[in-house]
Structure formats: C-alpha cells, structure tokens
C-alpha cells in the first residue's frame, strides 16, 4: 500500500511540497536561537578576559584582548604588557583558564546529557556517581600503579572508574522494580558515591605514602595548571563534544519515554548507552585534570531550560558555552575571594549549587516513565 | 494493511496474546475489545513491533519483524494509551517528532518536513495551538495534538490504543469523528482498542472480542456486540437494542 519511502499525510509525498509553500512567518523547529549563541560566546569572551586579567597581580584587560589576539598565528600587536605580565598570562593563567574553559564545558554537557538519556532532572556527574567512579579509578592508578608519568593514562584510568560506577548506579536504580522514580536514581548515586569513596580512602590508608600526591589532586588542580594538562584533556573533551552534540535532537525525542521514541523508528538504548559513555569520558577528562567539582552540571544546564525552554538544541551547545564561561568565574572568585588563600573551587560550586540542587528539586516534576 | 497469524505475545513468560489470527483490509476500521487484562494493549503493541512475540505479523505484506525500525515507523504510527507528555514542549515541536522516521540519525527537519506539521496542525485546527505548551492543553485538545503527531509519521497503517480513554462524551465523538474523517480523506487503516461498547461499535466496520488473550468473537458489531456474547465474557448483563450506526449496549443491574 504504501512505499518504504513513506508518503506524507493525504497521500502527498512529504518532499512534494515546495519550501515555498511556507509563510515566512511560519513557526520555527526548537532550536539555537543566534541571539543566546551570541550571548553565550559573549559571556565567554568576558569570562576569559576577566579570568585572565584579575587575580594577585592585576593585569590591564585591554592589553590582555590584545595579548591573546598577538598569539594567534600571523598576528603581531604590541600588547603594551611588561615581560614579566606577559610570562603571568601565558604561562600561569591562560593554561589555568583554558584548562577551567575545559573542565566546565565537560561538566555542564554531561550534566545535560545524563539529565536527557537518564530522562531525569536530578542528573549530574557527581550525584550519579560518576566523578567518584573517575576519583577511585585515578586513585588506584597512583596509588597501585606505577608513576604517574604516562599522564595521559590518568584519564583513561578516570574513564574506566566512571563508567563502572554509572553502570553500577543505574543497576541499583532500577533494582526498585519498573518504578524507576529519578529520586530512586539519585540515592542510588549516593550509594555509590559514598561506597566508592569509602573504597578510595581505604586504598590511601592502605598507601600512606601517596597519601600528598592524590590529595592535592582531590582538592582540584586547576590552580597548578599547565599547559600539558590542557594537552591530555583536550582530545576526550572533543570526542565527547562531538558525540553528545551530535545527538541533541535524538534527545529531544527521548523526552516522549522509550515505548514511543521506539515506535517513532528510535533505538532507545542505544542511543541512551552512547550518550551515557561520552558524558562519563567527559566527565572523566574533567575529573582528571581537576579533581571533584560538583554541581556544574545542574545549575548550567536548569538556568539555561529556564532561560530558553527545554530543546536539548539549544541546551547542549549553550550548556558547553556558559559551562565554560561559568567555571572560569567560579575560579576567578575562588582565587580571589579568600584574601591571600585560595578556596578550593568544588567548595565555591557547592556552596552555589547545593540551594539550586533544592531549587530544582522542588519544581521539577515527577518524570513518568 | 495488517495481517496477523498465530500472534502470541509473552510477559514474563506468561503468555498474555494467544494465537490471535486478525485481517485488516486497506481503510478498514476494526476495533479490539474485551474485559481488562485480556491483552488488547498488549497486542497492539506487538503488531506495532514494539514488543517481541511469536506468529508472523504482516504490515502490508511485509513481516513487520523484518522492517528496519525507520521504515516501520513510515509503515505504522501508534498513539499509546496515555502518552507522555514532555514539559515544556511546544506543540509544533511535538508534532515534529513525528517526522523522525524521515530525518537522518544525525540530520535537522527538512522544509518539506516542516511543512507536513504544518499541514497536519491545520487539518486538525490545532494551528492556533502551535506555539503553546502542550502541558497548557484540555484533554480533548491535546489527544488531537497527539493524532496530529502520527499522522505527521505519514504511516498508512494507525493504531490506536484507547483513544478516548480520557475524555467527556462530547470530545469522545469528536475525535472518533475526527479519526473517522482522516481515515476515509486519507486511505488510512485504523485498528483501535477500546472499552466504551456502543462507541467501539458506532465507528468500527468489524470488531474482535479479546478474553484472556484468544479471540472469542469477531465480526461486524451487531454479531460481536450481543447480548449471550457480553455476559459470557463481561459476566455482566447487558440489553443490545438496535441503533442507527450499531448496536447500543446498555448495563442491567441484575
């Protein structure tokens, strides 16, 4: 009766309808709006310059734009900078802030991501368990393993500890039966979280002499950033951009529930499996480079769908631009705020993220599932 | 088109569908009836390929086993019992959903695929609906925002699972009407579930009665719909009378 290559509604072929056929006017697909990308890389711009600018030495921002713009390929400008400003800006905090441009973009696009395959609004790296997963993995390479000196294992030692502790999140989330309620989800999380935790610790008691090493890594890195840093994360943080980018309408088709993205042509484990890996490489990167920094993921993505709706078309390229942006700030105000110490950045997103986590917590709804 | 042999759906093992031998000719409208738990759902659901089962299902000839997933989706367009309903999405958004059997794995909506939602929005007077939030909807409203979205699949085959399920008597019609209408302008074959016996016959061309999982009648309603047939399967006792487009089926306290 009808041909696999399917026909339009009143037995018209879908393509036999000229563009033409639409008013100008007409309702556009969700999708990224050119003025919240604009936006976006505005605030990212800002957020670099700033970064790059503030901090023990203060640094002029207009020589800081021209510094950076001197450093793109066959570009020459006299910043007006001194030797020594120069040296702070490029060999102390661009690395820094590249780095903190990084670790955000990852963490606020996993977030994204995990809140869309596990179609719950709760869903972050660290709830899920994911980061302590990554922790425990780069812990037992340092404190079992050898040298750190294949730094680029370090990662993939973090991807390996994410991907057990998601898998082992989402087995006991389910353990409930079909009620698969996102509250279930996240005390599963918990659970995990703290049990691979608790691992963690024991291996450090148990090496006592690594004990400095992992945690100075713990407590985040972004502060003794180099440029090498930058180099080992950068390759995850692409392939991760790449995939979940490339999957956001098949997102916006699982916001309908598996039983009908399935009967819309959809394979919805797959789809949900790639998604999860990539969030959790990504997450991986970040905690490898960065330590634990919590809530990331829930406070870019929830401000962003209150901002501009819930199509995960605009949520995840603006997740990973004021991702970015966001954590460079936080950085800059976790540097900066304590006088002459610094506060460790994942205390400045708590302390930021847990009343949003509340917030979120009470307005969103029950997901049917 | 949909042919059924031998259809038996397992959950759990328990066998929930048995050897269900069901034909649905080009344009035709046949309804699925019979108590709670007699596996209405649950066949549809199979001859949607959506769930695993033994037999042979054939949409159109082809075994719908052996349909790649996106041509099934161009083949047959479901509307389950109560869908889900995404916060925050807006209505055209929805309805474009249904388009995702036409688009690549990793493409965006063509024109010719937004022109389709546009067409189907106006065919059920939802245009003025398009840029709200499908949450912000009355029930009837919204079940004819659901219809819109499989029939924006393009599919020639619809199932409906209890499409009425949720709505007053007036919005009831109004979508059978509705259903009814796109059937005949549009060549489609409905196979619906429903419970309400009177509706269920008024609009089906055949009926089939489910009792736990086996056909127990079939055929046009006035040979479904009777009275020994109903309190057999029902256990209820009911008066058949003679209606102008079925037979109308009402309770009895005994």
Known sequence: MISPAGRGPAGRKPGSRQPADRDPGSRKPAGLRPVW?????????????????????RLPPAGVAVELLDLLPGVHLNSGLSEREAAILTELRL???VLGLLVGAMLALAGAAYQGAFR???????????????????TAMIVLGAEVTAQGAVPAAAFAGALCAVALTWLLGAAGGRDRSPAALILAGVAVSSFLSAVQTYLLQRHVDSLQQVYSWLLGRLGTAGWRDVLVVLPYALVTAVIVLSRRRELDVLTVGDAEARSLGLHPQRSRYLLIIAASLGTAAAVSVSGLIGFVGIIVPHTIRLLTGP??????????????????????????????????????????GAPFFILVLRTSRAVQT | MIKTEALTVRLDGTPVVQDVD???AEGEWVTVIGPNGAGKSTALRAIGGLLPFSGTVRLNGVPVDRMHR????????????SPVVPPGMLVFDYVLLGRTPYIAPLGRESEADLAVADEVLAALDLAPFAGRRLETLSGGERQRVFLARALAQGAGILLLDEPTSALDIGHQQEVLELVDRLRT?????????????????EYADRMLLLAAGRVVAA??????????????????KVRVIAGDHGPLVLPIRT
Do not use: C, K
């Open chain 1, 37 to 57: 990308l604009a936006a976006a890389v505005l605030s990212l711009l800002a957020a670099v310059i700033a970064g790059l600018a503030l901090g023990s030495v």
């Open chain 1, 95 to 97: 690395p820094r802030v």
């Open chain 1, 120 to 138: 719950n609004p709760l869903a972050d790296p660290h709830l899920l368990g994911v980061a302590a997963g990554a922790g425990l993995g780069v």
């Open chain 1, 311 to 352: 199509s995960y078309r605009s949520l995840l390229p603006l997740s990973l631009l004021f991702g970015a942006a966001f954590l460079v700030l936080t950085d800059l105000l976790a540097r900066t705020a304590g006088g002459a110490a610094e506060i460790p950045i994942g205390v400045v997103t708590a302390f930021l």
């Open chain 2, 22 to 24: 069901l034909d649905v």
């Open chain 2, 70 to 81: 996106r041509d099934r989706a161009r083949a047959v367009a479901t509307v389950v019992q």
């Open chain 2, 185 to 201: 302008e549009r060549g489609l074959t409905v196979l619906a579930t429903m419970h309400d016996l009177t509706t269920a016959g």
């Open chain 2, 219 to 236: 055929g046009r309603p006035a040979q479904v719909l009777t009275e020994e047939i109903l309190a057999e399967h029902y256990r209820v």
